[in-house]
């Protein structure tokens, strides 16, 4: 059974840090893509960044330059390191996994098929 648990969420000042952890078990698939979304109150929830088994990276442009997607293999997990935070970053965030892809091009929100249960960040100004 897949399993994602986030952790590192918390409250800091505008222009603070945190770096998010999802842990993963439950599956050993050699090719996957692992994504950080996140859910503010009232919107809906959108992709932040992504990674797969190659290493390979994307990020929405809102967080380009600031968020810093990474993986520890052997850990199995992965991070979301978060400088230079924004009131308008505050929100819920969540990771997911697309288990068996290649990569993580043309993969929209609905093919992200396992979730943890988010961790929340809030983002004081």
């Known amino acids: 059974q897949v399993q994602l648990v986030e952790s590192g969420g918390g409250s800091v000042q505008s222009g603070g840090s945190l770096r998010l952890s999802c842990a993963a078990s439950g599956y050993l698939y050699s090719s996957y893509c692992m994504g950080w979304f996140r859910q503010a109150p009232g919107k809906e929830r959108e992709g932040v960044a992504r990674?797969?088994?190659?290493?390979?990276?994307m990020y929405a442009d809102s967080v380009k330059g600031r968020f810093t997607i990474s993986e520890d293999k052997a850990k199995r997990t992965v991070y979301l390191r978060m400088n230079d935070l924004k009131p308008e970053d505050t929100a819920m965030y969540y990771c997911?996994?697309?288990?068996?892809?290649?990569?993580?091009?043309?993969?929209?929100?609905?093919?992200?098929?396992?979730w943890g249960p988010g961790t929340q960040v809030t983002v004081s100004s």
């Open positions: 990674i797969d088994r190659d290493g390979r990276t």
């Open positions: 997911a996994t697309v288990l068996g892809v290649a990569g993580c091009d043309g993969l929209g929100r609905p093919d992200f098929g396992y």
